[in-house]
């Protein structure tokens, strides 16, 4: 079993919708939780960053995580077709090394 | 403040052939992996470097080295390239260690082994 599993999509939208990311783990040490955005030949962009349980919004990203059933989503209101890239999550325990999903390419509609 | 730096941006090699990448972390950032990027993999991690010293390495042979000098910057190695180390490689920093655990991505290295 992968430590971290995110589903590849693709995921297509129109503009304007609210976009659900999600991802699952199994390690129950991760406590530091990130979402990236990558865009097509570019390095992923850290997005969001989270420690532990809840919720933390920023502009029109929500990320939430909840520990109990290892389970964070990335949330985008208002979509827009800037958003159209491959989003990553990420995360990490106590140790050392970060665990990535596979990523999941959105693509929003104009 | 800069971001990291990654050169060259570019590379194409032939099979047989030794390739060296190139990493500047961000200023104060102490920690530098590197990771290999696919489209059927996605994200693998290399290896991740500390203060000069290796303290973790993933599952890759031994055809892929790195190391990292007094001033943080890092350099990796692969030799005797094969078709599929065609990839884009990735350098991350971070200041893990030092009390955050954010990882900062460079744009990477897109390398082609024909």
């Known amino acids: 079993q992968k430590e971290v599993e995110q589903d590849p999509g693709p995921l297509s939208v129109p503009e304007g919708a609210i976009v659900s990311l999600n991802c699952t783990y199994s390690?129950?040490?991760?406590?530091?939780f990130m979402w990236y955005r990558q865009y097509s030949r570019k390095g992923p962009e850290l997005l969001m960053y989270?420690?532990?349980?809840g919720n933390k919004e920023d502009g029109r990203f929500t990320a939430q995580v909840d520990k109990s059933s290892k389970y964070i989503s990335l949330f985008i209101r208002d979509s827009q077709p800037s958003d159209s890239a491959t989003y990553l999550c990420?995360?990490?325990?106590?140790?050392?090394?970060?665990?990535f999903g596979t990523g999941t390419s959105l693509t929003v509609i104009p | 403040k800069a971001g990291v730096t990654q050169t060259p941006r570019y590379l194409i090699k032939t099979r047989g052939q030794q390739v060296t990448l190139s990493c500047s972390p961000i200023?104060?950032?102490?920690?530098v992996s590197w990771y290999q990027q696919t489209p059927g993999q996605g994200l693998q991690f290399l290896f991740e470097?500390?203060?000069?010293?290796q303290r973790n390495k993933g599952n890759f042979p031994g055809r892929f080295s790195g190391r990292q000098f007094s001033n943080s910057r890092s350099e990796m190695n692969v030799s005797t390239l094969e078709l599929g180390d065609s990839a884009l490689y990735l350098c991350?920093?971070?200041?893990w260690g030092q009390g955050d655990e954010k990882l900062f991505f460079g744009s990477g290295t897109q390398l082609s082994v024909l």
């Open positions: 991350a920093s971070s200041r």
């Open positions: 390690n129950s040490a991760f406590q530091y």
């Open positions: 989270t420690y532990s349980s």
């Open positions: 990420a995360m990490k325990g106590t140790g050392n090394q970060f665990y």
């Open positions: 200023s104060g950032h102490r920690s």
């Open positions: 470097y500390f203060s000069e010293t």
